[in-house]
Every structure is written in C-alpha cells, then in structure tokens.
C-alpha cells in the first residue's frame, strides 16, 4: 500500500448501531482532508435517520434526535458525498467499520462503492514501534499525544484519525 500519496480523505461515521444490515444508520460523516502532508478542510455533516437515535447513541455520541431533525436524509447527503471523495484514497480507523456502512448504502443507491482505502487501526498492528496497550482511536491518540477535543464525533476523530496516519505511516 503506497502512504504516501498527494491527497487523501480522513472520514469518520456516527451512526445508530454497529451494523447497516440490523437496519442502524449513518447520522453523521466526517472528513478532513490531507494535501501534501498537511491537514486541510475538516467538517462534519449531521444526517436524519429514519428511526430514532437511541439514549444509548445520543450518550455516546452526543448527538441528539433534536440534533437532526432538520438534517438532510443519506439520500441528499451520500451521493454528493461520494462525488466529493471521488477516487482519492479513503483514510478510516476501523475503516472495515466504515466502509462497510458507506459501500451499504452506496450500493442501496446504485453508487460506485468505496474500494480504496487506508486503515489506520491496521496500520498499528504493523507498527512494531507501536506500545499502546490496545488499537481504539482514543488509546492510540494518547500514546502519540494527539488530542481528540470531541471524542465520538466525526469532524473530532478525523481530525485525530488524520494526524495518527501522518505519525504512524512514517514508523511502518
């Protein structure tokens, strides 16, 4: 896997539940991007859902069902949203997470599917340097010194998510 191109895309999802297939959603994406080895544009765009987001997410999240009712559907957002990731390699921790969720829906709406990205989670297990006592986000943060303001939202973690692969893609 090449590291070290021009231009990435860093995305992070919040969503319902952990899988697309028990009907969980997407309520929040995430990107920040990376140019020439500089941390860019970061944003996140909050996403209706079509059920209810459950206590359990809002406290883990923050996100509230008061939060998004007046957000777009993943049908407004997600194809503008592959159109934007275009064929830039997608940078995720837990990208198998990701993706799954992204290339779930995508595919539900007859889009192209996510099929090039970058798993900084993976990355750790090849980082022999790497002493952190497990691969989270949070863990990882802490062991290279990263703060993550925002913890469990997508503009925070890929923002954190971003920094990590600059660090650890010089150490494997």
Same mark, same amino acid.
């Given at each position: 896997?090449?590291?070290?191109?021009?231009?990435?895309?860093?995305?992070?999802?919040?969503?319902?539940?952990?899988?697309?297939?028990?009907?969980?959603?997407?309520?929040?994406?995430?990107?920040?991007?990376?140019?020439?080895?500089?941390?860019?544009?970061?944003?996140?765009?909050?996403?209706?859902?079509?059920?209810?987001?459950?206590?359990?997410?809002?406290?883990?999240?923050?996100?509230?069902?008061?939060?998004?009712?007046?957000?777009?559907?993943?049908? +407004?957002? *997600?194809?503008?949203?592959? #159109? %934007?990731? $275009?064929?830039?390699?997608?940078? =995720? @921790?837990? &990208?198998?997470? /990701?993706?799954?969720?992204?290339?779930?829906?995508?595919?539900?709406?007859?889009?192209?599917?996510?099929?090039?990205?970058?798993?900084?989670?993976?990355?750790?297990?090849?980082?022999?340097?790497?002493?952190?006592?497990? +691969?989270? *986000?949070?863990?990882?943060? #802490? %062991?290279? $010194?990263?703060?993550?303001?925002? =913890? @469990?939202? &997508?503009?925070? /973690?890929?923002?954190?998510?971003?920094?990590?692969?600059?660090?650890?893609?010089?150490?494997?």
């Amino acid at each position: 896997m090449n590291y070290f191109e021009d231009e990435y895309v860093v995305v992070d999802l919040e969503t319902t539940g952990l899988s697309p297939y028990n009907g969980d959603e997407i309520i929040e994406i995430g990107v920040t991007e990376i140019k020439k080895d500089n941390i860019k544009l970061n944003y996140s765009k909050l996403i209706k859902p079509r059920g209810i987001i459950s206590s359990t997410i809002t406290n883990i999240t923050n996100i509230s069902n008061e939060m998004v009712e007046n957000a777009e559907s993943i049908e +407004k957002v *997600l194809p503008r949203f592959r #159109d %934007y990731i $275009g064929d830039r390699t997608m940078i =995720a @921790h837990n &990208a198998k997470f /990701d993706v799954g969720f992204l290339n779930h829906y995508l595919e539900k709406m007859n889009l192209e599917p996510i099929r090039n990205y970058i798993c900084t989670m993976e990355m750790l297990k090849k980082n022999r340097s790497y002493g952190g006592k497990n +691969k989270k *986000l949070a863990t990882a943060c #802490d %062991y290279y $010194g990263i703060v993550n303001e925002n =913890a @469990h939202r &997508a503009d925070s /973690d890929t923002l954190a998510t971003a920094k990590l692969f600059l660090i650890i893609r010089e150490q494997i």
